[in-house]
């Protein structure tokens, strides 16, 4: 519910769990007045007391106790008080100050969409709207904060829209969201990493000075996401206060959280301002992407199911929102670059008699790409390799039962590569300077429109072209050598450009193919963000395949993103990546943490292995749809050798354990189970035995002693009714 009281200027944003309060000041700006805890009422006696205080001017030359700088503010700029870090910065004419006052608001039910940009959706019963518009004359800009209400889902949404006026001006820095509250003793929460070791939750104490990640790759990154939350310092899975923020935005960003010698803390997410601007003609306006926050005073098991529940109810779309996940085998581990038709086919007939359900042709079928060191652009099949085309090995898939899917990788752009011999011109270079080469390869310049409509033409062409069920699209390197100039826009533009080109391309291709599954990846979640996840509804979560480091990976994960979003594969052993030997038994559970996939040579395998991978594909189909669309638990554990994880809904309750070493003498390893009906009973077929959801969740399991490294195990209970 969205309030306003008009004497008081007061507005009062409710949702079932939360109470966010703005107020209208003396001098026009728009105050921060409360984000935590829903309160039903909010009365006058909680204006602190106001203090002259030493080096914080103020507007007032009589009031020396108001200044900008003490306040908490909905959205500021530096320069006429404030010192903290800023949300927003521009220049023109007038000089590169910003005074912005309210100058009026507007309300409404449902929620438009933002344009060229990815954002959340909703009905007139989930979202209320309110934009407040707040004006600096001098500068003759309007800056309107826009604020999203998802009053069941607990979730505000933000974003910013600039408007100039008569005169151009120069938009230097636009954060979706900038927010002051007062530093207590919280933690920071966030994910960092490296390729192949995504989503490392990292926590570090908050303190006077700055926090911060962000990007200036082109893409999110694998070494951070786009979210931060504060969590007090008690909190845990199932207590405590939590406060999290996430920006819907793939390319360059920052997140940062700032405390002031004043023990004010301001935490802001948005475009990453370094190598950033933006032009704005007379009139022209501007929108930065959406920001989501959230607050729970129940932990961080609630903070993930409210993110998971608002990514699966508001942010993918489509045919797949809804529909169970294909198990799928990929032939990128099974035989890289190395493959025929007839190859393929052995191996689909492998993936058929085990019951995989698709069948995905990474990286190689087209150009001359037998290594990674060329073709990429030219996206016409290799008749070496498949001489039937893709039609004819997408049908001869099909003939056999199984979907199809295709790899492509279309924002990039080899040197040795037709493409490039007729347009040079395409691939992102800064004038004057040699190109940077990664993975061999160039990235085009999707900031150019007719590159962007090639790409558009090309690929819906190709996906016309056979019957592809599924598209892995994938992004290698990150962008370098940016033009200083091109198309008459400044380089500090280049970047942004970039995502809307790319966001343009993904809509179009997501409308024109509503039945083909997209799965992003960036060298597995190198662009694992909202952005992403609102065109294609899946990711590959990391290069890394290794069950043990796929733990730390896929829980750092689940953080944020629900499993149905995770590509979670069984590869082969020795791993790839890590060298370790883990039992099939353990790599089958941790994929079936996510949407269970196959990444080995099938036809390797002896007549004991597939019949295992077989019951794991069985199991997986009965337990799909708990696992895509079910409530997620990560379950404490006596350390951190073991990981327990819940996965339920109405019907059963999915309990996964992995100890990763064995150790001598060790405790017996316990779990208590979470979220069950504590009157229902609940039946374990590999146990043997009922228990009430009670008997799970307060007293818990003790779990077989087990000396074994990499240990796993699953028990599915099925509820079977109350007791009378
Ligand atoms: C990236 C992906 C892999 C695979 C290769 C193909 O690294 O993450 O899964 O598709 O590209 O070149």
Not at 593 to 599: R, T
Request: aromatic share 12%; hydrophobic share 35%.
């Amino acid at each position: 519910m969205i309030g306003y009281d008009e004497e008081r200027q007061l507005f009062h944003l409710k949702t079932e769990k939360f109470s966010y309060l703005m107020q209208v000041s003396e001098d026009g700006s728009l105050i921060h007045r409360y984000f935590g805890k829903r309160v039903e009422h909010y009365g006058l006696g909680h204006n602190p007391p106001k203090l002259d205080r030493s080096f914080s001017p103020g507007p007032f030359a009589k009031e020396r106790t108001f200044s900008l700088d003490t306040l908490s503010l909905e959205y500021s700029s530096n320069g006429l008080g404030d010192f903290r870090t800023s949300a927003i910065e521009l220049r023109s004419e007038a000089g590169v100050n910003l005074a912005l006052k309210y100058q009026d608001h507007r309300q409404y039910r449902g929620k438009p969409r933002l344009p060229g940009l990815p954002s959340s959706y909703g009905n007139q019963e989930e979202v209320e709207s309110l934009e407040i518009d707040l004006r600096d004359d001098c500068q003759d800009v309007t800056v309107t904060l826009f604020y999203y209400l998802f009053e069941r889902a607990n979730m505000l949404v933000r974003s910013v829209r600039v408007r100039a006026g008569a005169r151009a001006v120069k938009l230097q820095k636009c954060l979706s969201l900038m927010l002051d509250l007062p530093a207590r003793d919280f933690k920071i929460h966030s994910l960092t990493g490296r390729y192949a070791y995504e989503k490392e939750r990292t926590l570090t104490k908050l303190q006077q000075g700055s926090y911060r990640i962000s990007s200036v790759r082109g893409a999110s990154g694998h070494a951070q996401t786009p979210f931060l939350a504060l969590a007090a310092p008690d909190a845990g899975e199932d207590r405590g206060e939590v406060y999290s923020s996430h920006l819907v935005y793939s390319g360059n960003f920052q997140a940062f959280a700032e405390v002031g010698p004043l023990k004010t803390l301001r935490l802001g997410l948005g475009i990453n301002d370094t190598g950033f601007a933006w032009h704005l003609a007379p009139h022209e306006e501007f929108y930065s992407p959406e920001a989501w926050i959230s607050y729970t005073d129940a932990g961080f098991a609630d903070m993930s199911q409210t993110s998971h529940r608002f990514i699966k109810e508001h942010l993918v779309r489509g045919t797949f929102q809804q529909e169970l996940r294909p198990i799928l085998l990929n032939n990128w581990e099974a035989t890289y670059f190395d493959f025929s038709e007839e190859k393929l086919l052995a191996l689909a007939d492998k993936a058929r008699e085990v019951g995989i359900e698709l069948f995905v042709l990474d990286d190689g079928w087209f150009g001359e790409r037998n290594s990674d060191t060329c073709s990429l652009g030219d996206w016409q099949v290799n008749s070496k390799k498949l001489p039937g085309g893709l039609k004819g090995l997408a049908d001869e898939l099909h003939q056999r039962g199984l979907k199809f899917g295709l790899w492509v990788e279309p924002e990039m752009i080899s040197e040795d590569s037709d493409l490039y011999r007729q347009h040079p011109d395409w691939a992102v270079r800064a004038e004057g300077y040699a190109h940077t080469y990664s993975r061999e390869q160039l990235v085009l310049d999707l900031s150019k429109a007719e590159v962007c409509d090639y790409l558009i033409d090309t690929l819906t062409e190709l996906f016309k072209s056979a019957r592809i069920d599924y598209v892995k699209w994938d992004m290698n390197r990150n962008i370098t050598n940016i033009p200083a100039q091109f198309s008459n826009h400044e380089r500090e533009e280049f970047h942004h450009r970039y995502m809307l080109g790319l966001y343009r391309i993904l809509e179009s291709l997501y409308q024109t193919f509503p039945h083909i599954l997209f799965e992003s990846c960036s060298g597995g979640g190198g662009r694992y963000d909202l952005g992403m996840l609102h065109y294609m509804p899946q990711t590959w979560t990391s290069d890394d395949t290794d069950a043990i480091a796929r733990l730390s990976i896929q829980e750092g994960t689940s953080l944020i993103y629900p499993l149905i979003t995770m590509g979670a594969h069984v590869s082969a052993v020795p791993n790839h990546q890590v060298g370790r030997i883990t039992p099939l038994r353990t790599r089958g559970h941790v994929g079936m943490l996510g949407n269970l996939g196959y990444e080995l040579d099938l036809t390797a395998l002896g007549p004991k292995d597939l019949e295992e991978i077989a019951q794991q594909i069985k199991t997986y189909k009965e337990i799909r749809s708990t696992v895509q669309f079910g409530t997620f638990h990560r379950l404490e554990t006596r350390s951190n050798n073991e990981h327990a994880y819940l996965i339920l809904d109405e019907q059963q309750a999915v309990l996964t354990y992995i100890k990763t070493l064995a150790q001598p003498e060790a405790p017996l390893s316990q779990v208590r189970l979470k979220g069950l009906d504590p009157h229902a009973l609940y039946t374990c077929e590999a146990l043997g035995s009922s228990y009430y959801g009670d008997e799970l969740m307060n007293i818990g399991l003790t779990l077989p002693y087990v000396q074994e490294d990499f240990y796993s195990l699953q028990y599915i209970f099925t509820k079977k009714g109350e007791k009378r």
